[in-house]
Every structure is written in C-alpha cells, then in structure tokens.
C-alpha cells in the first residue's frame, strides 16, 4: 500500500490544492467541519467532525434561481451551475453512507435534484478509516465497515502515525498518481479496530415498527423531547428542506434551507390544519422516518451510527435507546 | 411549447416556467378559477386527471394545487383563499405573470374507471381534483358508463363550478348531476342536506367512486359506501399535505413512506388502509 | 447510590403512591456518566430510575409548560436555578402553583460535561461557569427538601461570588472588534432553536422565529438573519433571564450565548437597579413596566 507519515499529510492536500478545491476536516471558528484547505487550517484527523459533510452537496441554504417581480410582470433566471472538481479529504465510513443516503434521495424515485447532483458530480471522495471509536460511535451496529468505505473514490487509512492510500475508481487512481512522488510503497497490516462502546441491534426493527404506529412507547419517549432541530441539523443524513423566499424590493432569490420535522411550520398547512400536531406525532415520524419509512422506500436505514444526536441533544434523545426500547416493546 | 412529464424530469424540475393568467372565474366568495397559458399560448405542461401544479407568485411563495380541468393551450386551477399565497392570488389580475411547474402526482387511475360506471362525490372545494376526472370523462364520452355526480357545499353561493353543475353537465349523455346545501335559504329550489346522507338516499350503483372534501365529508361517507358494498380498490380520494418541493425530496408531505407529491395524491381506500392515519 | 439520590426516589415514590401528583419530572442517568436527562415517572416502580448528580443540569422547570392544559398534578425537582425558572413562569401567568409539586433540591453546584468528556471519569472535572456564578444555589420555592436546612448550610458555604469579568472583556473591545466577535460566533449557528426551546423564559405560544411566512425572519441562514435572531432572543429573553445557563449547554455549537444575556443583566443592573430574576414571582418586571425614575436619556 502507499503510504505517508501523518506529519507529512500537508504536503499531500498542498499539492492536490493547487489543481482542486480540497475539503479537510479541520476545527473553524470552534468547530470541526470540512473546511477549504490552506497552510494555516487546523487540520482535525483525531476524531470525527462535528459537521457531516452533508453540507457540501446539501448546503443549509443554497439560492435556486433568482427573479423579477413588478406589476404584472415577471423575469426567472437561473444561477449557472459550477464546474470545478473538488476533493473532499477524510470523510469517516459513517458519513460515506449518510452520502449514499442522500444519493437516493437527490438523484432516484423519478426525478433528479440539480443541485445537489451537480456539486456529487465534481466531488472526488477520499474516505479516511477509523480505528479508535469515539464514545458515541455505532457504525458497526449500523452494518457499516469503519475501515471500509461505500462509495469512496480513494479509501486512506489510519495507520498510527502512517496514512495509506488505496484507490478504488478510476478518478482515485488519477488522483493518487499526481500524489505518487510523495507516496511510498510498503507492506501494511490494518490496525484493529477498538471496542465500541455503544450499539443498537436494528435486526427486525423496520418489520416490527410496521405494527407499531399506534404503540404507548412513543408518548414516553417523546416527552423530554423539546423539539429543536439539533438532532436533524448535526445529523449526516437528515435531509428534509423548505423554500423560501428573499424579497428586497422588486428583486427576489428563491433559496432552499434545511427545515425539520420537529418544527410545527413543517407540516402546518395554510388554513391551519397540522396533520402532525404535537411532540408525539413529530417525535414517532423522525424515528420512523430513519427506522422503517426510508428502508421501506430506499432499502437502507436512515442512521449511520455516527452518534452525532446522541451527542448533541440537549436532553440525551439517544437513537440506540430508542431502538432497544423498540426490540423490547 | 408544452412540456411532457418526461421531459420535466430532464429540465431543473425545482425552477418553475413563466405563465401568466389568461382568465379568472370567481366561483364563490372565496374560491377563483384561473387559467393559465404560457408566454407563447400554450399550455404549460399536458396533466393527467388528477395531477397537481405548482404555481407561484415568486415573491410571495409557491403552493401545490390541484390541476381542475386543461383546455388547449391552458390548464385550470381552482384556488380558495386560506393563507398568505391564496390571499395574494385572489388579489391578481388577468395578465398576471405567474411561475408554473409540473405536472406532480400520479393522478386518477384513468385506465381503470373505463368502461366502468363512476360516482363522483365532492364537498365544497373538493370538487377540484375531480372536475379534471369528470371533464376527462366528459371529453372521451364513449370510454366511460354512467357519471353521477353528487356535489354539496354550505350554501348556493358557496357551490363551486356552477355554470358545470347547472348547464353543462346536465346535457352530457348519461350523466346525472345531484346537487345540495347544507342548509335551507331563499332562491334555492333544490336538495338540502349533508352529502353522506344524499349519498345514501340517492343509492346510485357504479363501478368506481371518486371522492373528495373536507376530511369530516369523507369521514361521513366512508360508512355509506362501505354499506353499499364497495371494494376498497374502487373507492378512490385525493389527500393534501403541506408540499415544497413537489418531487418526493423535501419530506414534509410523507404519510408513512409514501410522499403525497410523488406517490399521491390519489390513493384507494385499500392503499390508505396500509399508511398510518396521519393527514 | 449518594444519599441525595436515595432520598429523591423515596419522595418521588411517596408522592406517586400517595397520588400528591401523577408525574414526577426529575433526572437519570443517560448515554454516558456525564450526561444525566430529565426523566418522566409515572410509576412507583419506576422511581428507581432517579438519580441526582453533578450532571443534571436540564431545567425542569420549562416541561411545566406541556403540562399547562393538563388535569392532574406534575411534580418536579428543583435547583436554586430550577425555582427561579419556576418563579418567573408563575409570575407570568404560565404555570398555576396549586398544579405543581415542587420538589427542591439545595445544589453545590454542577459540572462541566464537556470538560467531563474530554477530562474522563477519573479527572478533575471544573464546576460549570454557570455554577460558579450561582448566587441562589438553594431552591426559593418548594413543598419539599431534600436534605433539609443541614444541606442549606453547605450550599451557603459553597457560593461564590458572581462576577461579570467575561462582559468586561467584551465591553472593552472596539465596536468592530465585537461586532466581529458577535459575527464570528452567530454565523456558526445552525437556527435549530435548542437555545430557545430549553430557555424556562421562551414560553411564547407563538415565536416569532417560527413566523418565516409572514416574514419576520428569513429563513436563510446567513450573518444578518443569524444576528437577528441572536439579539432578538436575547432582548426578549432580557429581565426573565434565570441564569441557569441551559441555553449555552444545548447549543450544538458552542456558541457563548450566556455572555450576550448576561452583558442584559449587567445593563439592566446598571440601568434600573439591582434585580434579579424569579426571586419575586409577585413583582414587577424591569422590561415590563414604566417607572417615572427610568433613565431616559434617549428621549
């Protein structure tokens, strides 16, 4: 396998900087998330970051298209869409599923989204292993591979002080040839894999929560929920959006926004019928949404064990909970 | 030029065309009728029955409303003002430049309700989605058995579509218009009373039943139908959620795992059976 | 099991069994050993789930307003922080006193859970910031106390002195250098709302956060519509403030927002005298009312 020493990774992203627009995780302004690298960023290859990379392909508000409105009349334009190729360096196995996740989402069922296909085109994908979980991880109770990506073009490898590089589409082959001379070729065994401290069996769940819509087990768990979109916006996976509008005079922007099911605007309808009214019914249709509706629509469940909910919920909604309380109902 | 469905799916499917109203009928108090064309007269995308629109006023916002009927170079949307986007529709004049997109929705089974004799049931502004069955019936006569419609809103002034309810349809061959307040006032001649009961007094015998109004109207018929021995396959609705984007992405208008702007809005009552009662 | 922790499942348990109420609100213990969330019993047996900790941090007093249109009675624990929520709602009309039973618990004071995580059960874990600058550590309102008035005297003991250091910092910038500081921390924010939907002072029906189609806010997450939101939060929140410090805990962020409403509380001090909020559920609001010695030098 080719590998690099760890100090020497910045000599790697410089000289793919020069061609491409790179992503790395890295801490900025006080929190870690894929940042546009530079000489001075503060690289962050410890832990996972806090931000998914959801956000380059989905970002929280994107414009659409912009228009004209005065009197009667009306002018639509579109913003050209971009072209350059970009790599985003490090993204943990957890997160390469989120994005295949999404790619279901965006760009199957009939139609395909622009936006997001576009920024998915001209992204090159090196995953980065795992080797020591963080206390919120639980990837592998997901059927996800830490050291193992879906979807990657380049998988990298966490090897101690070493990084290795394997490419596995032809793009990551290109890739890892401009990055050869810097690279050196040696025999490497995988670094095991530490224990996970957290885990949830989804074994049968989806079928079993098919008979659980009406079950009292949502009323107790939804009561310490304070309905904040934590959880859906830190989450590499949620992807519900709402459009909206920004007006200055005669000039508008239509933008499109990360919404989430726990807000009451989500589903209120004008005239002001809420089909999900309360905490309950918001609380059991996130649940359900990950757990049984998209495996039921797109064959794989919406969690990737990342933990970042589990993590940041002000009251400690905990997904793995939730599911051993599914299993044991 | 008009779009097909096909073809939608290959332009940015978010971004709507530009239209603009070529006619607007005030049905009641509350409800317009408005047509819209494209720029060059055309019709803005060729629906099916049943299928949905998203028509905006850009700097107002963008709803999802049922396509009521199409004419050749334009396609119908009946509107009641409830909310900020329908207020300000209501507010608009004949010229109107307007954003349009689509068609959304699987619409009604078409296919299937030929040959059949169909019962079309609709309360107030519920007759919308089903106008497009019946103008589609309507236009390809010999397709379809008998039509019998049975229509009821609160009051005369609230009925919508009259110039249907009174002149046109009524000549139609084989088709039976019933229509019906809820309460008895001056000028009215005809029927008073709830549409489940009129439903049920009337006891036409069809093949297929379209329905659609507020959900207490559906909640009251359900049991008519049922005892009237309908199977579940033919008792037919449209459902509405709160949509944005209109092509099963955003979320917001999942029941269950279905999305009512892809997979809706018209479900059988054997398909309802199986999603969670959540709409 | 601490003896605090036993008593609070005794009297849950009483309370619960004698029927005194049909829900105790108090904490357990979560995912990990820093994290201890509120918990729902509605059954004697369940009790033992209980626990107090230095990590039960959620202030319970803000679930008393799902239970606003409820029947029956809802108890709760309460730290000094807690009853000072649970004053401010009642003097706002939001909760009714006959309805709760306030369960109070004197508090030495909790720990930092992010400094846990990273420090390990085995560290020397800091008391949170909000802790150190408790001034009313023991519950103001209560029908029960764990403890009793031996447990008072080591939570008087245990008080330090408020200090507003961290404002004067930011005071001292330059008005660029702030507004850069302000910016630099709102544009991180996401708008999930955490801050606002923890906050015992948030208890509008209707926020005007969530009014995106009438246009108050955009829905755009962007600098402007970010500081719009954190000043309007802010001077909402400004006069009700507990100090309990939840909001800047449930940020996913980070994002300091304890600095902005105490840099409120300091101007209110400085503007219309000492004040405290939920001390006195009776009095007046300093936002709320005209008083003919109110500094006017605007006008």
């Given at each position: 396998?080719?590998?690099?020493?760890?100090?020497?990774?910045?000599?790697?992203?410089?000289?793919?900087?020069?061609?491409?627009?790179?992503?790395?995780?890295?801490?900025?302004?006080?929190?870690?998330?894929?940042?546009?690298?530079?000489?001075?960023?503060?690289?962050?290859?410890?832990?996972?970051?806090?931000?998914?990379?959801?956000?380059?392909?989905?970002?929280?508000?994107?414009?659409?298209?912009?228009?004209?409105?005065?009197?009667?009349?009306?002018?639509?334009?579109?913003?050209?869409?971009?072209?350059?190729?970009?790599?985003?360096?490090?993204?943990?196995?957890?997160?390469?599923?989120?994005?295949?996740?999404?790619?279901?989402?965006?760009?199957?069922?009939?139609?395909?989204?622009?936006?997001?296909?576009?920024?998915?085109?001209?992204?090159?994908?090196?995953?980065?292993?795992?080797?020591?979980?963080?206390?919120?991880?639980?990837?592998?109770?997901?059927?996800?591979?830490?050291?193992?990506?879906?979807?990657?073009?380049?998988?990298?490898?966490?090897?101690?002080?070493?990084?290795?590089?394997?490419?596995?589409?032809?793009?990551?082959?290109?890739?890892?040839?401009?990055?050869?001379?810097?690279?050196?070729?040696?025999?490497?065994?995988?670094?095991?894999?530490?224990?996970?401290?957290?885990?949830?069996?989804?074994?049968?769940?989806?079928?079993?929560?098919?008979?659980?819509?009406?079950?009292?087990?949502?009323?107790?768990?939804?009561?310490?929920?304070?309905?904040?979109?934590?959880?859906?916006?830190?989450?590499?996976?949620?992807?519900?959006?709402?459009?909206?509008?920004?007006?200055?005079?005669?000039?508008?922007?239509?933008?499109?926004?990360?919404?989430?099911?726990?807000?009451?605007?989500?589903?209120?309808?004008?005239g002001?019928h809420?089909?999900?009214?309360?905490?309950?019914?918001?609380?059991?249709?996130?649940?359900?949404?990950?757990?049984?509706?998209?495996?039921?629509?797109?064959?794989?469940?919406?969690?990737?064990?990342?933990?970042?909910?589990?993590?940041?919920?002000?009251?400690?909604?905990?997904?793995?909970?939730?599911?051993?309380?599914?299993?044991?109902? | 030029?008009?779009?097909?469905?096909?073809?939608?799916?290959?332009?940015?499917?978010?971004?709507?065309?530009?239209?603009?109203?070529?006619?607007?009928?005030?049905e009641t108090p509350d409800v317009?009728?408005?047509?819209?064309?494209?720029?060059?007269?055309?019709?803005?995308?060729?629906?099916?029955?049943?299928?949905?629109?998203?028509?905006?006023?850009?700097?107002?916002?963008?709803?999802?409303?049922s396509?009521t009927?199409?004419?050749?170079?334009?396609?119908?949307?009946a509107i009641k003002a409830v909310?900020?986007?329908?207020?300000?529709?209501?507010?608009?004049?004949?010229?109107?430049?307007?954003?349009?997109?689509?068609?959304?929705?699987?619409?009604?089974?078409?296919?299937?309700?030929?040959?059949?004799?169909?019962?079309f049931i609709g309360g107030g502004i519920g007759l919308a989605p089903v106008r497009?069955?019946?103008?589609?019936?309507?236009?390809?006569?010999?397709?379809?058995?008998?039509?019998?419609?049975v229509y009821g809103a609160r009051s005369k002034a609230d009925l919508c579509f009259k110039?249907?309810l009174?002149?046109?349809?009524?000549?139609?061959?084989?088709?039976?218009?019933?229509v019906t307040i809820d309460?008895?006032?001056?000028?009215?001649?005809?029927?008073?009373?709830f549409v489940p009961?009129?439903?049920?007094?009337?006891?036409?015998?069809?093949?297929?039943?379209?329905l659609c109004g507020p959900p207490i109207m559906i909640?009251?018929t359900?049991?008519?139908?049922?005892?009237?021995?309908?199977?579940?396959?033919?008792?037919?609705?449209t459902?509405e959620?709160?949509?944005?984007?209109?092509?099963?992405?955003?979320?917001?208008?999942?029941?269950?795992?279905?999305?009512?702007?892809?997979?809706?809005?018209?479900?059988?009552?054997?398909?309802?059976?199986?999603?969670?009662?959540?709409? | 099991?601490?003896?605090?922790?036993?008593?609070?499942?005794?009297?849950?348990?009483?309370?619960?069994?004698?029927?005194?109420?049909?829900?105790?609100?108090?904490?357990?213990?979560?995912?990990?050993?820093?994290?201890?969330?509120?918990?729902?019993?509605?059954?004697?047996?369940?009790?033992?789930?209980?626990?107090?900790?230095?990590?039960?941090?959620?202030?319970?007093?803000?679930?008393?307003?799902?239970?606003?249109?409820?029947?029956?009675?809802?108890?709760?624990?309460?730290?000094?922080?807690?009853?000072?929520?649970?004053?401010?709602?009642?003097?706002?009309?939001?909760?009714?006193?006959?309805?709760?039973?306030?369960?109070?618990?004197?508090?030495?004071?909790?720990?930092?859970?992010?400094?846990?995580?990273?420090?390990?059960?085995?560290?020397?874990?800091?008391?949170?910031?909000?802790?150190?600058?408790?001034?009313?550590?023991?519950?103001?309102?209560?029908?029960?106390?764990?403890?009793?008035?031996?447990?008072?005297?080591?939570?008087?003991?245990?008080?330090?002195?408020?200090?507003?250091?961290?404002?004067?910092?930011?005071?001292?910038?330059?008005?660029?250098?702030?507004?850069?500081?302000?910016?630099?921390?709102?544009?991180?924010?996401?708008?999930?709302?955490?801050?606002?939907?923890?906050?015992?002072?948030?208890?509008?029906?209707?926020?005007?956060?969530?009014?995106?189609?009438?246009?108050?806010?955009?829905?755009?997450?962007?600098?402007?519509?970010?500081?719009?939101?954190?000043?309007?939060?802010?001077?909402?929140?400004?006069?009700?403030?507990?100090?309990?410090?939840?909001?800047?805990?449930?940020?996913?962020?980070?994002?300091?927002?304890?600095?902005?409403?105490?840099?409120?509380?300091?101007?209110?001090?400085?503007?219309?005298?000492?004040?405290?909020?939920?001390?006195?559920?009776?009095?007046?609001?300093?936002?709320?009312?005209?008083?003919?010695?109110?500094?006017?030098?605007?006008?």
């Open positions: 396998m080719k590998t690099i020493a760890k100090a020497k990774l910045p000599l790697v992203l410089e000289l793919l900087a020069k061609e491409y627009k790179v992503l790395v995780p890295a801490k900025f302004e006080g929190v870690t998330r894929f940042t546009p690298y530079q000489q001075d960023v503060e690289l962050a290859l410890e832990e996972n970051v806090i931000m998914p990379p959801k956000d380059i392909f989905f970002p929280q508000t994107e414009k659409m298209y912009k228009f004209k409105a005065k009197d009667k009349s009306l002018e639509i334009e579109e913003y050209p869409l971009e072209d350059a190729m970009q790599i985003i360096f490090g993204i943990r196995s957890c997160d390469m599923k989120s994005i295949d996740c999404l790619d279901q989402v965006f760009l199957t069922k009939s139609y395909v989204d622009p936006y997001y296909k576009n920024k998915r085109d001209r992204s090159i994908l090196v995953a980065l292993s795992c080797i020591e979980p963080m206390d919120s991880c639980f990837c592998t109770s997901m059927g996800i591979d830490p050291q193992k990506a879906v979807g990657a073009d380049i998988q990298a490898y966490d090897l101690g002080d070493k990084i290795g590089f394997e490419a596995i589409s032809d793009v990551g082959k290109e890739i890892l040839e401009k990055i050869s001379s810097l690279l050196t070729e040696e025999e490497v065994t995988l670094p095991a894999v530490g224990e996970f401290n957290l885990n949830a069996d989804v074994e049968g769940v989806p079928e079993k929560l098919k008979e659980m819509f009406d079950h009292p087990i949502w009323d107790d768990i939804s009561r310490k929920c304070l309905n904040c979109s934590a959880c859906a916006y830190v989450c590499p996976t949620c992807h519900c959006f709402d459009i909206a509008n920004e007006v200055r005079g005669e000039d508008g922007v239509k933008i499109r926004c990360w919404d989430c099911c726990m807000f009451d605007e989500y589903t209120m309808m004008a002001g809420q089909p999900r009214p309360g905490k309950k019914e918001r609380v059991r249709n996130r649940f359900l949404h990950k757990l049984r509706y998209f495996p039921e629509r797109y064959d794989m469940l919406l969690c990737t064990g990342c933990g970042r909910c589990v993590v940041k919920c002000p009251v400690n909604m905990d997904i793995t909970s939730i599911i051993r309380q599914i299993k044991n109902a | 030029m008009a779009v097909t469905a096909e073809q939608v799916k290959t332009i940015n499917p978010l971004v709507p065309i530009k239209g603009k109203v070529i006619k607007i009928v005030q317009k009728t408005f047509h819209i064309s494209t720029m060059d007269d055309q019709k803005p995308f060729d629906p099916m029955p049943g299928q949905l629109g998203m028509l905006s006023l850009p700097a107002v916002g963008e709803g999802m409303f396509i009927n199409k004419g050749e170079n334009h396609i119908e949307m909310g900020q986007l329908t207020n300000a529709l209501h507010e608009i004049e004949v010229g109107q430049e307007v954003g349009i997109r689509g068609p959304y929705g699987n619409g009604f089974p078409v296919d299937y309700c030929k040959g059949k004799d169909i019962l497009s069955l019946i103008m589609h019936c309507i236009k390809n006569r010999d397709e379809f058995g008998k039509l019998t419609v110039e249907d009174f002149e046109n349809w009524p000549q139609v061959p084989n088709m039976d218009v019933f309460r008895e006032e001056e000028g009215w001649d005809g029927h008073v009373g009961a009129y439903v049920e007094e009337l006891a036409p015998k069809p093949q297929v039943t379209i909640k009251f359900l049991p008519t139908l049922q005892k009237m021995n309908f199977a579940d396959n033919d008792i037919i609705t459902l959620m709160r949509m944005k984007c209109g092509i099963g992405k955003c979320g917001r208008c999942n029941i269950g795992s279905c999305y009512v702007c892809l997979d809706g809005p018209v479900f059988t009552m054997e398909q309802l059976k199986d999603l969670p009662p959540e709409y | 099991m601490s003896e605090i922790t036993k008593k609070i499942q005794e009297i849950a348990r009483e309370i619960l069994e004698k029927g005194e109420a049909e829900i105790v609100i108090g904490w357990e213990k979560g995912t990990f050993w820093y994290l201890s969330p509120p918990a729902f019993i509605d059954k004697p047996e369940d009790t033992q789930r209980l626990v107090w900790d230095e990590f039960c941090h959620n202030n319970l007093s803000k679930y008393l307003l799902d239970y606003k249109n409820h029947e029956g009675k809802v108890a709760i624990f309460v730290k000094g922080c807690d009853s000072r929520a649970f004053n401010r709602l009642l003097q706002d009309k939001q909760v009714d006193r006959e309805k709760v039973v306030l369960i109070g618990i004197p508090c030495t004071g909790l720990k930092d859970q992010d400094k846990a995580k990273s420090l390990g059960p085995n560290g020397d874990i800091p008391k949170a910031q909000k802790c150190m600058e408790c001034k009313y550590p023991t519950p103001l309102v209560y029908d029960y106390l764990i403890g009793g008035e031996e447990a008072l005297n080591e939570v008087a003991a245990t008080k330090e002195a408020p200090d507003f250091s961290d404002v004067k910092a930011v005071e001292e910038m330059t008005p660029d250098e702030r507004y850069d500081f302000w910016t630099k921390q709102y544009d991180r924010c996401l708008r999930c709302y955490a801050c606002r939907n923890v906050c015992p002072a948030c208890s509008c029906r209707e926020c005007i956060f969530d009014q995106t189609r009438i246009g108050w806010i955009g829905k755009a997450n962007n600098s402007s519509e970010n500081q719009f939101f954190a000043l309007t939060r802010a001077m909402h929140v400004a006069g009700r403030c507990v100090e309990c410090g939840e909001c800047e805990r449930a940020c996913p962020m980070d994002i300091p927002i304890m600095l902005l409403n105490k840099k409120l509380i300091k101007d209110i001090n400085e503007l219309f005298g000492k004040y405290d909020a939920g001390i006195d559920p009776e009095g007046k609001l300093p936002l709320g009312h005209f008083d003919k010695n109110d500094p006017e030098e605007f006008m």
